[in-house]
């Protein structure tokens, strides 16, 4: 494993002795089992993600044996925390899984702010210096650029999300899946804004991630008189998840936009210059969209919490 990946399992025993050492003294054993086993299956998951990904761009996998080299650009992310939550719950339970959500999300924000020290992951769009070019906001490259860091406002996310869902939880209410909608949301916008993300074609793989996570917390139950309501609350998810995909495309490919809009060279240059913005305001209206739409499917009779 190369040294960009060991603040990974590093953060995991970190949660797995605050998660033992802050459980009753008869629980320790299972929460600890419970911790490793979702350690172990985000490990597997991520690898396994991220390599299934490099070699379908690669179109060989001993191609992609011989390229893998484990970097944390190359492994999923997303994947990674589905299946530490699936494994928790394999291991531990569905009220285990519950009490651990607000431990979770701290995890996610220690992993993100770690991507700081590790460029290009986690890192933006070069920013010009200016009023907010202030680290931990911005950090630089492995070339000295200075670069917008989204792992931060990604670690900000997970943060806001970890003090909702300690509060539910104290609360004695459902924090996981208010958790996991808003997270997976969100991550399908800041993948717009990472300059290295695993790909195929123009398809950032990680928003597919997130559009499965949250196409499964919306799965219609088994109430037969909610399904309808449910079933449209799945289907304005998928047209989100593709819109959100022709958006990318417009954000990678401005010119072609240009081309179809333009009537002059000037025309073209302002259409072009504008595309990229305009795209990024949508995507997040989009994602913050996604995210409610999945959370109200269980009001309408989808998925249990």
Known sequence: MTESLLIFPLVGLIGVATAVFRAPAGERRLIAAAMLCGLAMAAAASVVTGFAVLSARMGSVSAALGWFRFRAEECSFA?????????????????????????????????????????????GPVWEAGPVALFPLIAADGYGDPCLAVCTLEAAAAAVCCAAAAVRVKRGQPAL?????????????????????????????????????????????????????????????????????????????????????????????????????????????????????????????????
């Open 79 to 123: 994947a990674g925390c589905a299946g530490f939550v699936l494994g928790v719950r394999f291991a531990g339970g569905r009220t285990m899984t519950e009490r651990l959500t607000p431990l979770g999300c701290a995890m996610i924000a220690l992993l993100r702010l770690a991507e700081l020290r590790q460029p290009p992951a986690g890192l």
């Open 177 to 305: 899946r208010r958790a996991v909608c808003r997270l997976a949301a969100w991550q399908i916008f800041f993948e717009n804004l990472l300059t290295a993300a695993p790909m195929i074609g123009f398809v950032r793989t990680e928003q597919v991630v997130c559009l499965l996570v949250l196409l499964c917390a919306a799965v219609p139950g088994r109430d037969r008189r909610q399904m309808p309501a449910a079933w449209g609350s799945f289907a304005a998810l998928l047209a989100m998840g593709l819109a959100q995909g022709a958006l990318q495309f417009a954000m990678d490919k401005p010119y072609l936009i240009a081309e179809a809009f333009a009537r002059s060279d000037q025309g073209f240059d302002r259409i072009a210059s504008a595309v990229p913005g305009t795209c990024h305001l949508l995507a997040a209206a989009l994602s913050a969209a996604m995210g409610e739409t999945a959370l109200r499917a269980k009001k309408n009779g989808g998925a249990t919490q």
